[in-house]
């Protein structure tokens, strides 16, 4: 997808179609109300009969407009001027590129980067675009054997009044088309089956993206995490025939290669039965969906690849596929971690706290920055926060404002809970160091504060994204690509 900006006078420009922000209170902005006086005021003349009503994500397409050389206005409502807030600009692009994919149109145009269209500069608004046009043009037919028409749509102008602003729209489409990237990787990822998408499979797929984007690549195989001691990740996968992995992905940005790394950890069961502490049959076929984590982990690591930021990542995953057979992980089994601290397992179906313990206690080679770890931990976290916002957790404050507000630039928001002292004793156990639960209450922050004694060593954050990372049917969602993308641009010098 191509993403130009043209600074020139939009009645004349040469498109299939331009998508023409329209506010309530009738003010244009300042390309919409050229377009408008090109057109013999057509698009004043349609509020003022009520023929369209710019309602927030209201859509009408314009088939001819007199005296433009484009073939058709998409007219998207925006809402009350005062009103129209990142979530309302997300939600406008959204509603225009489901209607304009399915227009047959090759080249289209946006007049959604003035000043007075929303929130944010020029830079933040091209890249909402652009992210926005590729999640839109996302489709997952893999395994359908009547595929969907191709999408026509190739390129799409970003229509700039200021042509002293062209140079942020530029830049903003760059870091759009990146992150959408990602997060289509991260969406791809999370959709396929538990049959296909294994650990092998991901070790697979993280070598072609080191391959693709110049990362050093490391895969660790069971006999290489038996050696290093490696024993939450093994037990968790012991009861599969598919074998665990430890992923390694390492990108070297900085001028110095040996500063200090920023690292994601992310977990990747690839499937998750509950093992022997089963769970229903309702929804299991969206426990493939529990390698969310690591999804969001390589499709930020594509994201980062093109965007080449001026710092080092590292990226860590624990794969393994959680199922009960004769050799699985039983309740009240013991293990010892990577860390050498043993844990009651009194329940196997709290695997993914097991598996990134052990990433965490690796991550402590790289004596890193910060760590992120990404997880679709608990239910615990959906009854919270719901489908909306991610949990975040961390042990430094510090940490944990930057990736808050990471998660509002990107408008993939997430929510801070507590990681209180007084927590961390529900996890007492009579015979090992700690237990892999902490009972009912709390269930998401007993989780952190399990993998809280993993992380001590450095600053730490915890996302708990199993409210976020999928949407039921629809598919993964690939957040939250986005939030990680911008905390580490947000790291990078400038």
Same mark, same amino acid.
């Given at each position: ?9 939009p ?8 998508i023409?922000?329209?506010?309530k !209170?009738?003010?244009l ?11 013999e ?9 009520? !023929? ?6 209201n ?13 058709r206005?998409?007219? &998207? ?9 990142e ?5 406008v ?7 304009l ?19 944010? !500069? ?5 890249r ?8 839109a043009?996302y ?5 359908k054997s009547?595929k969907?028409?191709?999408i026509?749509?190739?390129?799409l ?5 200021d %042509?002293?602003e ?8 760059r ?9 289509n ?21 993280a ?14 195989? #069971? ?29 070297k ?10 690292? $994601? &950890? ?8 509950g093992?022997i ?14 390698m969310?984590?690591?999804?969001s982990v ?25 199922m ?13 971690t990577l860390?050498?601290?043993t ?6 179906d709290?695997e993914?706290? $097991? ?6 206690t ?9 760590? &992120? ?9 959906? &009854? ?8 975040? $957790?961390s042990?430094?404050d %510090?940490l ?10 990107a408008?993939?928001r997430?929510?801070q ?5 007084? =927590? ?5 156990? #009579? ?26 060593? =450095? ?26 993308s ?7 010098p400038?």
């Amino acid at each position: 997808m191509e993403f130009p900006v043209l600074t020139a006078n939009p009645a004349r420009s040469e498109t299939d179609c331009i998508i023409v922000p329209v506010f309530k !209170d009738g003010d244009l902005p300042p390309a919409s109300e050229r377009l408008d006086d090109a057109s013999e005021r057509l698009i004043t003349q349609l509020m003022e009969r009520g !023929d369209f009503d710019p309602a927030t994500a209201n859509t009408q397409l314009v088939p001819f407009a007199p005296g433009l050389n484009t073939a058709r206005l998409l007219l &998207v409502g925006c809402g009350e001027t005062g009103e129209f807030n990142e979530g309302a600009f997300r939600k406008v692009l959204d509603a225009a590129f489901g209607v304009l994919l399915a227009l047959p149109v090759e080249n289209a145009a946006i007049a959604m980067l003035d000043r007075e269209n929303g929130p944010h !500069d020029v830079v933040w608004k091209a890249r909402m675009i652009a992210e926005a046009t590729l999640r839109a043009t996302y489709r997952f037919d893999r395994f359908k054997s009547k595929k969907r028409p191709p999408i026509a749509l190739t390129r799409l102008s970003l229509m700039v009044s200021d %042509a002293n602003e062209a140079a942020g729209a530029e830049a903003g489409a760059r870091i759009g088309a990146g992150i959408g990237a990602g997060i289509n990787l991260a969406r791809e990822l999370g959709n396929l089956p538990g049959n296909v998408c294994t650990p092998r499979y991901l070790a697979d797929e993280a070598e072609k993206l080191g391959a693709e984007g110049g990362l050093k690549v490391t895969i660790h195989d #069971e006999k290489a995490l038996e050696a290093m001691g490696a024993g939450a990740i093994l037990a968790v996968g012991q009861g599969s025939t598919e074998p665990s992995r430890l992923i390694v992905m390492e990108y070297k940005g900085a001028d110095d290669p040996e500063e200090a790394p920023h690292v $994601l &950890v992310g977990k990747g069961i690839t499937f998750d039965s509950g093992g022997i502490s089963l769970k229903g049959g309702a929804n299991m076929d969206e426990m493939k969906f529990d390698m969310g984590g690591a999804a969001s982990v390589m499709g930020t690591m594509k994201a980062i690849t093109a965007l080449k930021p001026n710092i080092n990542v590292v990226a860590i995953i624990a794969s393994a596929e959680n199922m009960p057979d004769a050799s699985a992980l039983k309740p009240g089994d013991i293990i010892t971690t990577l860390k050498g601290l043993t844990v009651e397992v009194l329940n196997t179906d709290a695997e993914g706290r $097991l598996v990134l313990c052990d990433a965490l206690t690796y991550a402590e080679r790289y004596q890193p920055a910060s760590v &992120v770890d990404i997880a679709t931990l608990t239910g615990a976290c959906i &009854v919270a926060l719901g489908h909306q916002t991610s949990a975040l $957790l961390s042990n430094n404050d %510090a940490l944990a404002q930057q990736l808050l507000e990471a998660g509002n630039i990107a408008w993939d928001r997430a929510w801070q809970l507590p990681l209180w002292e007084e =927590y961390q004793s529900q996890l007492d156990s #009579e015979y090992a160091d700690m237990a892999n639960i902490g009972g009912r209450p709390a269930g998401t922050i007993t989780a952190a504060c399990f993998l809280s004694r993993f992380a001590k060593s =450095y600053p730490w954050a915890h996302l708990d994204v199993a409210g976020t990372a999928w949407d039921g049917k629809k598919g993964g969602t690939g957040r939250p690509v986005g939030l990680l993308s911008e905390y580490l641009l947000s790291r990078a010098p400038h």
